[in-house]
Protein backbone atom coordinates (compact mmCIF):
# COMPACT_ATOMS: atom_id res chain seq x y z
CA UNK A 1 0.00 0.00 0.00
CA UNK A 2 1.70 3.34 -0.68
CA UNK A 3 0.28 5.06 1.85
CA UNK A 4 -2.94 7.38 0.72
CA UNK A 5 -6.52 6.93 1.71
CA UNK A 6 -9.39 9.25 1.61
CA UNK A 7 -12.66 9.08 3.71
CA UNK A 8 -15.71 10.58 2.75
CA UNK A 9 -18.68 11.75 5.08
CA UNK A 10 -21.57 9.57 3.18
CA UNK A 11 -24.12 7.01 3.76
CA UNK A 12 -21.83 4.16 2.89
CA UNK A 13 -19.76 5.62 5.82
CA UNK A 14 -22.49 5.95 8.26
CA UNK A 15 -23.94 2.30 7.61
CA UNK A 16 -20.35 1.34 8.16
CA UNK A 17 -20.04 2.71 11.77
CA UNK A 18 -23.49 2.12 12.52
CA UNK A 19 -22.79 -1.58 12.11
CA UNK A 20 -20.31 -1.42 14.36
CA UNK A 21 -22.11 0.76 16.58
CA UNK A 22 -20.61 3.82 16.40
CA UNK A 23 -21.84 6.97 17.87
CA UNK A 24 -21.32 9.69 15.45
CA UNK A 25 -22.16 12.51 18.52
CA UNK A 26 -19.29 11.63 20.45
CA UNK A 27 -17.15 12.58 17.45
CA UNK A 28 -17.36 13.55 14.12
CA UNK A 29 -15.69 11.83 11.63
CA UNK A 30 -12.70 13.04 9.92
CA UNK A 31 -12.71 13.48 5.92
CA UNK A 32 -10.24 14.30 3.82
CA UNK A 33 -9.25 13.38 0.25
CA UNK A 34 -6.00 12.88 0.09
CA UNK A 35 -4.99 11.77 3.71
CA UNK A 36 -1.18 11.00 3.88
CA UNK A 37 0.90 9.40 6.42
CA UNK A 38 1.53 11.37 9.77
CA UNK A 39 -1.57 12.99 9.78
CA UNK A 40 -4.30 12.40 11.88
CA UNK A 41 -7.10 9.93 11.43
CA UNK A 42 -10.18 8.55 12.45
CA UNK A 43 -10.46 5.19 14.30
CA UNK A 44 -12.90 2.84 15.39
CA UNK A 45 -11.68 0.87 18.87
CA UNK A 46 -13.67 -1.39 21.28
CA UNK A 47 -13.35 -0.48 24.96
CA UNK A 48 -14.95 -3.61 26.36
CA UNK A 49 -18.28 -1.72 26.50
CA UNK A 50 -19.02 0.47 23.97
CA UNK A 51 -17.68 1.20 20.32
CA UNK A 52 -16.08 4.66 19.67
CA UNK A 53 -14.16 6.97 17.37
CA UNK A 54 -10.59 8.34 18.10
CA UNK A 55 -8.33 10.19 16.74
CA UNK A 56 -4.91 8.55 15.78
CA UNK A 57 -1.81 9.83 14.21
CA UNK A 58 -1.39 7.85 10.52
CA UNK A 59 2.00 6.31 12.20
CA UNK A 60 2.40 3.60 14.83
CA UNK A 61 5.87 4.60 16.38
CA UNK A 62 6.19 7.38 18.17
CA UNK A 63 8.64 9.51 20.34
CA UNK A 64 9.14 12.13 23.02
CA UNK A 65 10.54 15.50 21.27
CA UNK A 66 11.02 18.48 22.21
CA UNK A 67 8.56 17.47 25.37
CA UNK A 68 6.04 16.19 22.85
CA UNK A 69 4.81 12.80 21.35
CA UNK A 70 5.65 12.74 17.53
CA UNK A 71 6.43 10.66 14.54
CA UNK A 72 9.15 8.63 14.66
CA UNK A 73 10.09 8.75 10.94
CA UNK A 74 13.29 6.95 11.60
CA UNK A 75 11.23 4.05 10.71
CA UNK A 76 7.74 3.63 8.55
CA UNK A 77 5.12 2.34 10.34
CA UNK A 78 2.40 3.38 8.82
CA UNK A 79 1.83 0.12 7.63
CA UNK A 80 2.46 -3.44 9.60
CA UNK A 81 3.35 -6.11 7.45
CA UNK A 82 1.32 -9.34 8.59
CA UNK A 83 4.23 -11.53 8.37
CA UNK A 84 5.59 -9.56 11.21
CA UNK A 85 2.27 -9.83 13.58
CA UNK A 86 3.92 -12.87 15.12
CA UNK A 87 7.32 -11.84 15.57
CA UNK A 88 8.24 -10.91 18.94
CA UNK A 89 10.12 -7.54 19.28
CA UNK A 90 8.30 -6.26 16.55
CA UNK A 91 6.25 -3.06 16.53
CA UNK A 92 2.69 -4.89 15.96
CA UNK A 93 3.54 -8.11 17.77
CA UNK A 94 1.88 -6.58 21.09
CA UNK A 95 -0.73 -4.59 19.34
CA UNK A 96 -2.04 -6.90 17.56
CA UNK A 97 -2.85 -9.23 21.00
CA UNK A 98 -3.88 -5.96 22.93
CA UNK A 99 -5.26 -2.90 20.71
CA UNK A 100 -6.35 -3.47 16.81
CA UNK A 101 -8.57 -1.21 15.54
CA UNK A 102 -10.40 -0.17 12.82
CA UNK A 103 -9.80 2.47 10.11
CA UNK A 104 -12.81 3.98 8.20
CA UNK A 105 -11.71 4.26 4.57
CA UNK A 106 -13.70 5.31 1.77
CA UNK A 107 -11.06 4.37 -1.07
CA UNK A 108 -6.92 4.00 -1.35
CA UNK A 109 -4.31 4.62 -3.70
CA UNK A 110 -1.77 1.97 -4.92
CA UNK A 111 0.82 2.79 -7.22
CA UNK A 112 3.30 0.43 -9.85
CA UNK A 113 6.26 1.44 -11.49
CA UNK A 114 5.28 5.48 -11.58
CA UNK A 115 1.82 4.83 -12.61
CA UNK A 116 -1.22 5.42 -9.76
CA UNK A 117 -4.57 3.90 -9.23
CA UNK A 118 -8.12 5.15 -7.04
CA UNK A 119 -9.04 1.68 -5.62
CA UNK A 120 -12.68 2.56 -4.37
CA UNK A 121 -15.28 -0.03 -3.03
CA UNK A 122 -18.06 -0.23 -4.67
CA UNK A 123 -21.45 0.23 -2.55
CA UNK A 124 -19.57 0.50 0.69
CA UNK A 125 -16.95 1.94 2.64
CA UNK A 126 -13.86 -0.01 3.82
CA UNK A 127 -13.01 -1.53 7.30
CA UNK A 128 -8.86 -1.34 7.45
CA UNK A 129 -8.08 -3.67 9.59
CA UNK A 130 -5.31 -2.12 11.96
CA UNK A 131 -3.19 -1.36 15.15
CA UNK A 132 -2.86 1.00 17.56
CA UNK A 133 -0.61 2.34 20.71
CA UNK A 134 -0.91 4.92 23.69
CA UNK A 135 1.31 7.07 24.38
CA UNK A 136 1.34 10.03 27.15
CA UNK A 137 2.81 13.39 25.90
CA UNK A 138 5.17 14.83 28.24
CA UNK A 139 4.09 18.14 28.32
CA UNK A 140 0.25 18.11 28.12
CA UNK A 141 0.07 14.88 29.95
CA UNK A 142 -2.89 13.85 27.48
CA UNK A 143 -3.30 10.42 26.26
CA UNK A 144 -1.88 10.21 22.02
CA UNK A 145 -3.10 7.19 19.79
CA UNK A 146 -0.94 6.20 17.33
CA UNK A 147 -2.11 3.53 14.44
CA UNK A 148 -1.30 1.59 11.80
CA UNK A 149 -3.00 -0.36 8.74
CA UNK A 150 -1.84 -4.16 8.68
CA UNK A 151 -0.84 -5.09 5.31
CA UNK A 152 -0.85 -8.52 3.69
CA UNK A 153 0.97 -10.23 0.69
CA UNK A 154 -0.86 -8.90 -2.87
CA UNK A 155 -4.17 -10.93 -4.04
CA UNK A 156 -3.48 -12.08 -7.64
CA UNK A 157 -6.28 -9.20 -8.55
CA UNK A 158 -4.15 -6.31 -6.93
CA UNK A 159 -1.14 -7.57 -7.79
CA UNK A 160 -1.12 -5.45 -11.30
CA UNK A 161 -1.81 -2.31 -9.48
CA UNK A 162 0.54 -2.73 -6.70
CA UNK A 163 2.57 -6.37 -6.55
CA UNK A 164 4.48 -5.68 -3.10
CA UNK A 165 1.00 -5.72 -0.88
CA UNK A 166 -2.19 -4.45 -0.08
CA UNK A 167 -4.03 -3.40 3.03
CA UNK A 168 -6.15 -5.73 5.14
CA UNK A 169 -9.85 -5.45 4.16
CA UNK A 170 -11.99 -6.70 6.83
CA UNK A 171 -15.33 -8.44 5.33
CA UNK A 172 -18.09 -6.81 5.40
CA UNK A 173 -19.69 -8.86 8.20
CA UNK A 174 -19.98 -7.06 11.13
CA UNK A 175 -19.17 -10.72 13.57
CA UNK A 176 -16.22 -10.21 12.17
CA UNK A 177 -15.53 -6.93 12.44
CA UNK A 178 -16.29 -6.62 15.81
CA UNK A 179 -14.00 -9.98 16.53
CA UNK A 180 -10.98 -7.85 15.22
CA UNK A 181 -11.82 -5.08 17.61
CA UNK A 182 -12.04 -7.68 20.60
CA UNK A 183 -8.74 -7.31 21.39
CA UNK A 184 -8.63 -8.17 24.56
CA UNK A 185 -11.42 -11.02 24.33
CA UNK A 186 -10.22 -12.60 20.98
CA UNK A 187 -7.08 -14.28 20.76
CA UNK A 188 -5.05 -13.34 17.90
CA UNK A 189 -4.20 -16.92 16.91
CA UNK A 190 -7.88 -16.91 16.00
CA UNK A 191 -7.32 -14.14 13.09
CA UNK A 192 -4.84 -16.22 11.38
CA UNK A 193 -7.61 -16.80 8.57
CA UNK A 194 -7.58 -12.79 7.78
CA UNK A 195 -4.25 -12.61 7.40
CA UNK A 196 -3.91 -14.43 4.12
CA UNK A 197 -4.73 -12.14 0.65
CA UNK A 198 -8.49 -11.57 0.05
CA UNK A 199 -10.59 -9.00 -1.69
CA UNK A 200 -14.01 -9.11 0.25
CA UNK A 201 -15.57 -6.14 -1.39
CA UNK A 202 -15.75 -4.90 -5.22
CA UNK A 203 -13.20 -2.60 -5.91
CA UNK A 204 -13.59 -0.31 -9.10
CA UNK A 205 -9.53 0.68 -10.18
CA UNK A 206 -9.37 3.99 -12.31
CA UNK A 207 -5.86 5.43 -13.31
CA UNK A 208 -5.51 8.30 -11.89
CA UNK A 209 -3.07 11.51 -12.25
CA UNK A 210 -0.36 10.61 -9.44
CA UNK A 211 -1.01 9.64 -5.66
CA UNK A 212 -1.91 13.18 -4.60
CA UNK A 213 -4.31 13.78 -7.07
CA UNK A 214 -7.05 11.86 -7.92
CA UNK A 215 -7.92 12.71 -11.53
CA UNK A 216 -8.38 10.14 -13.37
CA UNK A 217 -6.78 9.43 -16.59
CA UNK A 218 -8.06 6.54 -17.81
CA UNK A 219 -10.75 4.08 -17.64
CA UNK A 220 -11.97 1.82 -14.64
CA UNK A 221 -12.24 -1.45 -14.24
CA UNK A 222 -14.14 -3.45 -11.87
CA UNK A 223 -12.48 -6.17 -9.62
CA UNK A 224 -14.44 -8.65 -8.63
CA UNK A 225 -15.18 -9.86 -4.97
CA UNK A 226 -13.72 -13.00 -4.02
Given at each position: ?????????????????D?????????????????????????????????????????????????????????????????????????????F???????????????????????????????????????????????????????L???????????????????????????????????????????S??????????????????????????????
Open positions: MCGRFNVTDDPYMHALLSLGVDLGQLPIRVGNDIAPTETVSIVVSNGKETVLKEACWWLLMHHEDGRIRPLTKYASFNTRSDKLNVQGSAGFDARQTRCIIPASGFVETQQGNAYAMDPVGSAIAFGGLFRRWIDGTTGEEVLSCSIVTPPHPKIAPYHAKSMPLILPPDPDIQRKWLASTAVNAGELEALLPQLPLPLKVTPIEKASKRNPIGESVLLAAD
